[in-house]
């Protein structure tokens, strides 16, 4: 088994999630990717789920406001 930086084989967790949000996280996945590949050496490597097009972090007041745009369309 992997460890994953784990400090003792009982702090893993599993966490069930739906198709649904699977099939979007892949597709997301595959957009950062292309995104990536554009950018070359440019995108910033951070390996974060939701992230600037340039691979950064995005500022929580950000996220929240695109959030609730998308939320309310």
């Known amino acids: 088994m992997k460890s994953f ?5 009982n702090t893993l967790r ?3 999630v739906p198709d649904a949000l699977l099939s979007s996280l892949r597709a997301h996945r595959e957009c950062v990717l292309r995104e990536r ?3 070359g050496d440019k ?3 951070c390996d974060l789920v939701v992230c600037t097009k340039g691979g950064n972090w995005v500022h929580p007041n950000k996220f929240r406001r695109a959030f609730k745009v998308t939320v309310d369309q």
């Open 43 to 45: 995108y910033l490597p």
């Open 5 to 9: 930086g784990l400090l003792s084989y």
């Open 14 to 16: 599993v966490v069930y």
């Open 37 to 39: 590949a554009v950018l």
